[in-house]
């Protein structure tokens, strides 16, 4: 089981809405949805990775991600194609940062553990698939 992504038509059984690009409700969790990605793969094994201006991510009031189609700059999904929703979390740089004194605030404590969470499975993610 991946924990940093979740693919879609693995059996060539995409939804007549996922065709259309809509992929919810998807329980994929991130830090900032700026780090979700989305990938298509055609049956000939063309991968494409889509730029973050090729879709759009909703979190209210459940995780959506809608797939503009080619028409809109996108690209059109095929019934065959595998879609990968997933995330890469940045660590080059803390999401929060704390200061003596300051007020810690359950969800700036909560963001920070879920950044460091979210490394350590997509780092596992990697290994299990190389």
């Not at 259309?20 to 900032?32: I, M, Q, R």
């Not at 080619?70 to 080059?92: E, H, K, M």
């Amino acid at each position: 089981m991946a924990f940093s992504y979740i693919d879609y038509g693995t059996s060539g059984d995409l939804t007549s809405a996922q065709q259309g690009g809509l992929f919810t409700p998807t329980t994929l969790k991130f830090v900032s949805s700026a780090d979700v990605f989305v990938t298509r793969t055609t049956i000939a094994g063309v991968k494409t990775t889509l730029s973050a201006s090729q879709f759009t991510v909703t979190t209210s009031p459940s995780l959506s991600v809608q797939v503009k189609t080619a028409a809109q700059g996108g690209v059109d999904i095929a019934a065959s194609d595998l879609i990968r929703v997933g995330r890469v979390t940045p660590i080059t740089e803390l999401s929060r940062t704390f200061t003596d004194g300051s007020v810690l605030k359950a969800s700036d404590m909560n963001t920070q553990n879920s950044q460091f969470l979210y490394s350590v499975q997509e780092s596992k993610d990697n290994t299990d698939s190389s």
